[in-house]
């Protein structure tokens, strides 16, 4: 069974900065292909960037590139996203994903943790 819990949330003032966790299962963390998504109130849930198995890979939506980074820690099974420069309009809450390798979606998905940048 898929496990994703995203930690990490919490309210900064715009340039602040802030890392989210995602703690998965071993089986998904090593043979998944692991996100991060966020959903804005009024607005569909929108990419933010994700990374490969062996993150050795990394992709990113083009309003979080050169602010956010993906990485993952294997000793600890969880990925991280560390969102540097922040700002109001990366208010959200942010949710943990994973698709196998071979999926064009992302089907596993974590309860979501809320982000709020304050101007």
């Known amino acids: 069974q898929v496990q994703l819990v995203e930690s990490g949330g919490g309210l900064v003032q715009a340039g602040g900065s802030l890392r989210l966790s995602c703690a998965a299962d071993?089986?998904?963390?090593?043979?998944?292909?692991m996100g991060w998504f966020r959903q804005a109130p009024g607005k569909e849930r929108a990419f933010v960037g994700s990374?490969?198995?062996?993150?050795?890979?990394?992709d990113y939506a083009d309003s979080v590139k050169g602010r956010f980074a993906i990485s993952k820690e294997n000793a600890k099974n969880t990925m991280y996203l560390q969102m540097n420069s922040l700002k109001p309009e990366d208010t959200a809450v942010y949710y943990c994903?994973?698709?196998?390798?071979?999926?064009?979606?992302?089907?596993?998905w974590g309860q979501g943790t809320q982000v709020t940048v304050s101007s």
């Open positions: 990374i490969s198995r062996n993150g050795g890979s990394t």
């Open positions: 071993e089986r998904t963390f090593n043979n998944y292909v």
């Open positions: 994903a994973a698709r196998g390798v071979d999926d064009n979606k992302f089907h596993f």
